[in-house]
């Protein structure tokens, strides 16, 4: 089993910065570590992900603004956020895969909203 714990969302004005964090509580190798966000009445969508080795994916809407990356060390991932947008507004989820059985486990989600 993996527990998933997400913190560092909250409220933050158009243009300013947010680094969210989830650690995760496991005696599995994690293989990938993502986050995903959903906006009201809108599906859940990849915002970045971070292979074990290092490698990153971001989703165009992520490029260029947000930065994902892990300490594998700690089982920990980290999405730092710039130039946040009020479209960024959204839960966002942690997202875990571990090569055991080939888990797939979620974060309970954190809200970030950027209004001014």
């Known amino acids: 089993q993996v527990q998933l714990v997400e913190s560092g969302g909250g409220l933050v004005q158009p243009g300013g910065s947010l680094r969210l964090s989830c650690a995760a509580s496991t005696i599995f190798i994690i293989r990938d570590m993502g986050w995903y966000r959903q906006a009201p009445g809108k599906q859940r969508e990849l915002v970045a992900v971070?292979?074990?080795?290092?490698?990153?994916n971001y989703a165009d809407s992520a490029q260029g603004r947000f930065t994902i990356s892990r300490d594998n060390a700690k089982n920990t991932v980290y999405l730092q956020m710039n130039s946040l947008k009020p479209e960024d507004t959204a839960v966002y989820y942690c997202n875990v895969k571990t090569y055991a059985a080939r888990g797939d486990y979620w974060g309970q989600g954190t809200q970030v909203t950027v209004s001014s």
């Open positions: 971070v292979t074990r080795g290092g490698i990153t």
